[in-house]
């Protein structure tokens, strides 16, 4: 069973939008407490790199082939963060995952979502 449930991505033209979700389940959600929200992808043939990142203060940090075009937020509330992503281009594509610490140092991975975008 996951510990994160992600959904959102499949395929949009270039230029176009998605947004990426990840759900902490209710399996863990009683006890896992989100602090470092990050979120990952993996191109083919590429090593995973990071994309965005929300801290528990709500400080973002971005890599720069998306920064002003990928947006990271959190709802502490409902234990589920979000990436929307705009002006998407081809080079965005692969398998977006994310990842969650908690306080007590626990790190969780989603399942992976594929992001295709076409030219």
């Known amino acids: 069973q996951e510990h994160l449930v992600q959904s959102g991505g499949g395929l949009v033209e270039a230029g176009g939008s998605l947004t990426l979700s990840c759900k902490v389940s209710?399996?863990?959600?009683?006890?896992?407490?989100?602090?470092?929200i990050s979120w990952y992808r993996q191109a083919p043939g590429k090593q995973r790199e990071m994309v965005a990142q929300i801290t528990s203060t709500r400080d973002t940090n971005y890599a720069d082939s998306v920064k002003d075009r990928f947006t990271v937020s959190r709802d502490n509330a409902r234990k589920i963060a979000y990436l929307q992503m705009n002006s998407l281009k081809p080079e965005d594509t692969g398998v977006y995952y994310c990842?969650?610490?908690?306080?007590?140092?626990?790190?969780?991975w989603g399942q992976g979502t594929q992001v295709t975008v076409s030219s």
């Open positions: 990842s969650i610490v908690d306080y007590g140092g626990l790190d969780y």
């Open positions: 209710r399996m863990i959600s009683s006890t896992f407490n989100p602090a470092t």
